[in-house]
């Protein structure tokens, strides 16, 4: 059985793995239809949940807090609004476009308990919305 060359074997996985990257990547913001008659995109979240608290991270570039909303609806955490070009970019010739762009909404399931404070904020392009966890 003849060695396989390392360089050969991990080039080829490294590219492996960008493709695989660069798929998801553009998976992740397509255009999916929201539950209204716009079209619309989903931003990617994470959810941290410890003891007292959960917090969820919806990254929106761009986004300014006021164009955001973020309400409890059942077992979800709804969070929408609006992102689109600044109007000095309006007129501009366009020779990329990756961030997404127009109307976006993601429902984010939570864990089952209570909740009596909410809290929101923008940090470095994110929004945070933190929920305490009732006694």
Same mark, same amino acid.
């Given at each position: 059985? /003849?060695?396989?060359?390392?360089?050969?074997?991990?080039?080829?996985?490294?590219?492996?793995?960008?493709?695989?990257?660069?798929?998801?990547?553009? %998976?992740? $913001? !397509?255009? *999916?239809?929201? +539950?209204?008659?716009?079209?619309?995109?989903?931003?990617?979240?994470?959810?941290?949940? @410890?003891? *007292?608290?959960?917090?969820?991270?919806?990254?929106?570039?761009?986004? /300014?807090?006021? %164009?955001?909303? /973020?309400?409890?609806?059942?077992?979800?955490?709804?969070?929408?609004?609006?992102?689109?070009?600044?109007?000095? $970019?309006? @007129?501009?010739?366009?020779?990329?476009?990756?961030?997404? %762009?127009?109307? $976006?909404?993601?429902?984010?399931?939570?864990?089952?308990?209570?909740?009596? !404070?909410?809290? +929101? !904020?923008?940090?470095?392009?994110?929004? /945070?919305? @933190?929920?305490?966890?009732?006694?």
């Amino acid at each position: 059985m /003849a060695m396989r060359n390392p360089n050969d074997w991990m080039w080829a996985d490294a590219l492996g793995m960008i493709a695989r990257a660069e798929r998801l990547h553009r %998976q992740m $913001f !397509q255009p *999916t239809p929201a +539950r209204s008659a716009h079209l619309g995109w989903e931003p990617p979240v994470d959810v941290l949940e @410890t003891p *007292t608290e959960v917090l969820i991270l919806a990254a929106l570039p761009g986004v /300014a807090e006021g %164009q955001v909303e /973020a309400v409890i609806d059942g077992a979800e955490l709804v969070i929408s609004g609006v992102r689109a070009l600044p109007d000095a $970019f309006r @007129t501009a010739v366009i020779h990329r476009l990756e961030l997404p %762009q127009g109307r $976006f909404e993601r429902r984010v399931p939570l864990p089952a308990g209570r909740y009596d !404070q909410v809290s +929101r !904020q923008m940090i470095d392009g994110c929004l /945070a919305v @933190t929920l305490h966890k009732s006694a």
